[in-house]
């Protein structure tokens, strides 16, 4: 099993403020996936990225994938109240393609 | 927009029965996968599934586990005797390639009493 660690585990800010959110293992993925899970509900995918340096945007939130394909990034802009949630990466492996997940961040935007 | 299912959203039960839980993944996928998660924390893999054969499986699926697609549409997971030590939240998830994003369904809650 590959080991994502992410990071921070809790992230609390106020509205409007920035937030990036960190993925990072010693493995190389072939890909990375980002999903977001509410209480007692499934991971609900949010951006895959595949190639090493990628970024991706959807609205404010902004993905990177590291150029050696080890570790990964969730930025978001002026966060509201509705990115209040916990956010899950998930590796999958060059050879074998099941996902190892991260622990999980769990954000918190204050109105 | 096509989404993967699973039935039933909670099952309790008691120690030593057996529970079956059923996943319909979206309807062009072709890889299966269950994955659990014990209340607080990580997600984690159990199986995974093509062509009507086990992929590969971790340490977690023993031989109180087994999978199954009995006809065209379910994905079954069984768990033959539980443990209380099974209760978890139980994950379905389907990709079109092995190599594709999987989508996951809403989960089953197992509370073994």
């Known amino acids: 099993t590959q080991l994502l660690e992410q990071s921070p585990q809790f992230l609390s800010i106020q509205e409007g403020e920035n937030l990036t959110v960190y993925c990072n293992s010693s493995s190389v993925f072939s890909s990375l996936q980002w999903y977001r899970q509410e209480p007692g509900e499934g991971p609900v995918l949010l951006v895959t990225v595949v190639t090493g340096g990628e970024v991706k945007k959807l609205k404010r939130l902004t993905f990177q994938f590291g150029d050696a394909r080890k570790d990964s990034s969730l930025h978001i802009t002026a966060a509201q109240p509705g990115d209040t949630g916990l956010y899950l990466c998930a590796g999958a492996g060059k050879n074998d393609y099941k996902l190892s997940f991260g622990a999980g961040t769990t954000v918190t935007v204050r109105a | 927009e096509p989404e993967v299912t699973q039935t039933p959203s909670h099952q309790v039960t008691q120690m030593g029965q057996e529970v079956i839980l059923r996943c319909v993944p979206i309807?062009?996928?072709?890889?299966f996968y269950w994955y659990r998660q014990i209340l607080g924390q990580k997600v984690e893999f159990l199986v995974s599934f093509y062509n009507n054969e086990i992929s590969e499986k971790s340490e977690i699926f023993d031989d109180q586990f087994s999978v199954e697609r009995p006809d065209g549409s379910n994905f079954t997971l069984k768990i033959r005797s539980t443990k209380l030590e099974d209760s978890a939240m139980y994950f379905c998830?389907?990709?079109?390639?092995?190599?594709?994003?999987?989508?996951f369904g809403p989960g089953t809650r197992l509370t073994v009493l």
């Open positions: 309807s062009n996928h072709l890889y």
């Open positions: 998830a389907s990709t079109i390639r092995e190599t594709d994003t999987q989508y």
